[in-house]
C-alpha cells in the first residue's frame, strides 16, 4: 500500500484520497460529505497529516476516531469484515431506543494490530439522530479479553471462548457497497459516542469466511458462499418482547446466510 503521509504523496494524490474516502457519503447525509471534506482540507494543502486532524477533532468534539493511534507511531492492520443477515424484527427487538435497524444485518469486525493484538467488534446497521452507520453491540481486545489468531497458508484463525472465526483470502480484490452507506459507528456507555469512518485506501480482498458464536448452545454459525450477497429492509412482520442489548442476545439470533466478507491490509 503507498503512503498516504503529506511527504509522499502530491497535492492532487491528497485530493483524490480524500475524494475517493468520503465522495460516497453525501448521497446518504446531506451535507456530511462536504463537511468532511473541508476538515481534511489542510491534509489536502500539506499542512497537517490526517491523524492530526483526526486528533484535533477528538479534543474539540468529544468524540474518539477509530483513525487515532494515540502513540504517534504507525501501526500495521490486518482487518477482517464479516456480515451475516439475520431476521431483521428480531434485531429491531434488541436496539436501545431511538436506533432504527437499517437492513437485516449483523457483522464482526476483527483487527490484528502489528501481528501481536487482536480487536473485535460487534455491529449493526442503524439510523441515529439524521446519521447512518454501525452500532456496536460489544467490542472485545486482547490485552484483557481472551482473544487469539494463527495461521495457515492463507487461512486466518481467530479464537475465543465465545467466538471461533476462519478467513482465507480469495485473491480476488475489490470494495464493499455498504461502506458507500456508512458515517461512522456508534458506541453505547453513559451516553451514545459517534466515531466517524475510518479513511482507508487500500485495496480489499475478498475472502471465505466461517464462523460460529459460543455464548450459548444453538447460536449463530454460518458459512460463506463465495460471493457477495445484498440485503435490505424488512418490513415489521413480528413485534418481539423488548431485550437487552448485548451479544449474547445478538449472538442468539440464527444467521441466515453469511452475506460476503473482505481482509484489508493497511498502516494507521
Known amino acids: 500500500?503507498?503512503?498516504?503521509?503529506?511527504?509522499?504523496?502530491?497535492?492532487?494524490?491528497?485530493?483524490?484520497?480524500?475524494?475517493?474516502?468520503?465522495?460516497?457519503?453525501n448521497g446518504y447525509?446531506?451535507?456530511?460529505?462536504?463537511?468532511?471534506?473541508?476538515?481534511?482540507?489542510?491534509y489536502i494543502d500539506g499542512k497537517k497529516e490526517i491523524r492530526d486532524i483526526n486528533m484535533e477533532f477528538v479534543m474539540n468534539k468529544s468524540f474518539v476516531s477509530v483513525c487515532d493511534n494515540s502513540t504517534g507511531d504507525t501501526m500495521k492492520v490486518e482487518q477482517f469484515v464479516m456480515a451475516y443477515g439475520a431476521e431483521q424484527d428480531r434485531i429491531r427487538a434488541i436496539l436501545p431506543d431511538g436506533f432504527e435497524s437499517l437492513r437485516p444485518v449483523l457483522r464482526i469486525n476483527t483487527e490484528?494490530?502489528?501481528?501481536?493484538?487482536?480487536?473485535?467488534?460487534?455491529n449493526t446497521p442503524v439510523g441515529y439522530h439524521g446519521k447512518r452507520g454501525w452500532l456496536n453491540i460489544d467490542?472485545?481486545?486482547?490485552?484483557?479479553?481472551t482473544l487469539s489468531f494463527d495461521r495457515t497458508g492463507r487461512t486466518v484463525r481467530i479464537t475465543?471462548?465465545?467466538?471461533?472465526?476462519?478467513?482465507?483470502?480469495a485473491g480476488i480484490e475489490g470494495g464493499c457497497p455498504a461502506e458507500k452507506d456508512n458515517d461512522g459507528c456508534f458506541f453505547m456507555s453513559d451516553r451514545v459516542s459517534f466515531?466517524?469512518?475510518?479513511?482507508?485506501?487500500?485495496?480489499?480482498e475478498f475472502c471465505d469466511c466461517e464462523f460460529a458464536w459460543h455464548f450459548n448452545e444453538g447460536d449463530a454459525r454460518g458459512v460463506s458462499i463465495g460471493k457477495?450477497?445484498?440485503?435490505?429492509?424488512?418490513?415489521?412482520e413480528h413485534q418481539y418482547d423488548k431485550a437487552d442489548f448485548t451479544a449474547e442476545n445478538a449472538a442468539a439470533i440464527p444467521c441466515?446466510?453469511?452475506?460476503?466478507?473482505y481482509i484489508v491490509r493497511f498502516e494507521r
Not at 451535507?31 to 482540507?41: F, R
Not at 490484528?112 to 460487534?122: G, N, Q, T
Not at 466515531?195 to 480489499?204: C, G, H, L, M, S
Not at 441466515?256 to 466478507?261: E, P, S, T
Request: charged share 30%.
Open 256 to 261: 441466515r446466510q453469511v452475506l460476503g466478507a
Open 112 to 122: 490484528i494490530r502489528d501481528e501481536k493484538d487482536v480487536y473485535l467488534e460487534f
Open 228 to 236: 457477495t450477497i445484498p440485503a435490505f429492509m424488512e418490513d415489521i
Open 139 to 145: 467490542n472485545w481486545e486482547s490485552t484483557k479479553d
Open 195 to 204: 466515531r466517524t469512518a475510518e479513511v482507508i485506501t487500500a485495496n480489499k
Open 1 to 25: 500500500m503507498k503512503s498516504i503521509l503529506i511527504k509522499d504523496t502530491t497535492q492532487e494524490e491528497r485530493e483524490r484520497i480524500v475524494a475517493d474516502s468520503i465522495g460516497n457519503i
Open 160 to 169: 475465543s471462548p465465545f467466538l471461533t472465526l476462519t478467513y482465507t483470502g
Open 29 to 42: 447525509c446531506d451535507g456530511c460529505a462536504a463537511g468532511l471534506a473541508e476538515m481534511y482540507q489542510d
